[in-house]
């Protein structure tokens, strides 16, 4: 079983839409979640970054962690034709010398105009 | 601000070959770190520099690869000889000194084994 399960879709909605992309994991340890954004022949670039349960907000972005469930979410609201791209969840324990990140396989969005 | 720089961003090499990849970090950033992705698979950790140091290189394939960081500076990732298994994209990330810092991706080198 992968520590982190992610949906690699793709995933096709309408502009305008609400998009939800999730994340699930295993390892209870992990205490730090983020939300990277990948375009095509491009690096995965940071979107959010949360250390704790409940949600945080950035302009159309909603990053939501239940660390109860094991649970992650990205919700990205008003969805744009430029928000289409893999998204990818990423997680790691608590800060012991080094952060090694452990990724989903990411999510591919498109978003239709 | 310049970001992580990488090159070269893509290499073709035959099977045996040596290859060298380079990471250019964020000036000022201590931490470097380098991940990959093969075909259809998630972003792996490789390795991690703190300054000149490695910290953890548990994500290392094999002793066919070989990171420095001269200086504490850019570093290099150097795999001899390549293998098939190898192909896949490479990425460098790093993060300013201590923690609670969140990781800045380069675009990554694309290496092509045939």
């Known amino acids: 079983q992968k520590e982190v399960e992610q949906d690699p879709g793709p995933l096709s909605v309408p502009e305008g839409a609400i998009v939800s992309l999730n994340c699930t994991y295993s390892?209870?340890?992990?205490?730090?979640f983020m939300w990277y954004r990948q375009y095509s022949r491009k690096g995965p670039e940071l979107l959010m970054y949360?250390?704790?349960?409940g949600n945080k907000e950035d302009g159309r972005f909603t990053a939501q962690v239940d660390k109860s469930s094991k649970y992650i979410s990205l919700f990205i609201r008003d969805s744009q034709p430029s928000d289409s791209a893999t998204y990818l969840c990423a997680m790691s324990e608590r800060f012991t010398g080094t952060y090694k990140y452990i990724f989903g396989t990411g999510t591919r969005l498109k978003v239709l105009a | 601000e310049a970001g992580v720089t990488q090159f070269p961003s893509h290499s073709v090499i035959e099977k045996g070959q040596t290859v060298t990849l380079r990471c250019d970090p964020i000036s000022g950033h201590d931490n470097l770190y380098w991940y990959r992705r093969v075909m259809g698979k998630e972003i792996k950790f490789l390795l991690h520099?703190?300054?000149?140091?490695?910290?953890?290189e548990s994500g290392m394939p094999n002793n066919r690869f070989l990171a420095e960081r001269t200086g504490g500076t850019y570093s290099t990732l150097k795999v001899q000889p390549a293998e098939l298994e190898d192909s896949g994209v490479y990425f460098c990330?790093?993060?300013?000194?201590?923690?609670?810092?969140?990781?800045?991706f380069g675009n990554g080198t694309r290496l092509t084994v045939t």
């Open positions: 520099f703190v300054k000149e140091s490695k910290q953890d």
């Open positions: 390892n209870s340890a992990f205490q730090y």
């Open positions: 949360t250390y704790s349960s």
């Open positions: 990330a790093s993060s300013p000194a201590g923690y609670n810092s969140p990781l800045h």
